[in-house]
């Protein structure tokens, strides 16, 4: 259940980002709640994995998918470039959250 609670945690994460940015551009309330909202679920989340996972781990995976998940979402919805070496190094980021995943 806790590499649930890690993936849930990292989905947050990147709402919480992505709401960063649609505050930055349009300065509304509802902007803010879903950017609190998303960032609370997210640290909720990653402290629910935090009890059975290790720190190290747990960690890595959780700024692992908040990282990837933000810039994929900022090249699907915000027009970010989509040059093959940045789709290449988020490759690679998800892929060692994925071996974390297989040696834990």
Request: glycine residues 12%; charged residues 10%; hydrophobic residues 60%.
């Amino acid at each position: 259940m806790a590499w649930v609670y890690l993936i849930l945690a990292g989905i947050f994460e990147m709402v919480g980002v992505a709401m960063i940015n649609k505050l930055h551009r349009d300065r509304n309330w509802q902007a803010l709640v879903l950017l609190l909202a998303g960032f609370g679920a997210s640290f909720l989340f990653l402290a629910l994995a935090m009890e059975t996972l290790p720190m190290g781990t747990a960690y890595a995976v959780w700024t692992g998918i908040g990282a990837s998940g933000g810039a994929i979402l900022g090249m699907v919805w915000y027009g970010e470039s989509k040059e093959w070496r940045r789709v290449l190094f988020i490759a690679v980021v998800l892929s060692a959250a994925i071996g974390l995943k297989l040696i834990s």
